[in-house]
């Protein structure tokens, strides 16, 4: 029998994933949990013919110029910010991430946010951990209200559509997004809006971002468009951290620009101890949590095997981030 490639896997994964690659490939699984340094990560790598990786490993063109068999980078997440696609690209190698299997969980995590920053749980639970409830109290702990609002979504794909068909069809919510492209389904589904920006900014309740990073969507949000803001507004992140420009969030938070934030994703991750951001009473922080369900994690885990495998065999990839490699392939 022919020997089995050799693959890193930069962190333990669901069985549902890893005893298929431990079928297929002769892998390494790095079992610390924090990831690699980069330097090791390379070292790793280098005589490997596949990778999966995290959204915390960077996979940049170095290491790939490094890696002279590599043929497959599997990527555990949707996002593949952390990877160089078109060094992959220029090199031939072949990279799949894990659409559609979280769109629920991470809409759900998006609206979860939306709801806890809007009626201010984590600081009611703060509250009362801290012994200060003495009483019911009518002036006490004011949150906004969610039914019949305007709910502005940016980036209206996948999750950005399942977020806006909660808010709508649970919570009567009017529907605005900010995209490139028009969304059919979500105009004609959930009567939602394509507007730009600026409009979207000063007309809705909520502001959920769901599109990816790139160097046209850094830091997209930042003094400028919390300004545009209602103060009533409640702004969720549960995409990328650096969509946000932080220290104007901070500020804005602080100043009364919007009313709160629930974030699952910052800049840095983790934030910084001594970031003010976490001394505010109206922002909640969760550690990036928004696909971390079983079934999805399993589901995850499943998709980022098939690619490995399949990138492995040169084959088609089942969810294939840079199907334009075919032509330079590395075989
Ligand atoms: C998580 O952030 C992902 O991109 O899957």
Redesign the pocket.
Known sequence: MADKPKVFVTRNLPDAGLKLIKEHCDAEIWPDPLPPPYEVLCEKVSDCAGLVSL?TDRVDEALMQRSPKLKVISNF???FNNIDIAAATRLGIAVGN?PGV?TDATADMAFCLLIAAARRLVEGHAYTLAGKWKTWEPLGHLGQDLVGRTVGVIGMGRIGYAFAKRCHAGWDMKVLYYDLHKNEKAEQDLGARQVDLDTLLRESDFVSLHTDLNEQTRGMIGAAEFKKMKNTAVLINSARGPLVKQKDLYEALKNGDIFAAGLD?TDPEPPEMDDPLLTLPNVIIAP?I??ATVGTRNAMAEICAKNLIAGLKGEKLPAWVNPEVEANRRR
């Open positions: 959204l997440a949707v996002g894990t979280l994703v990036h928004a696909s």
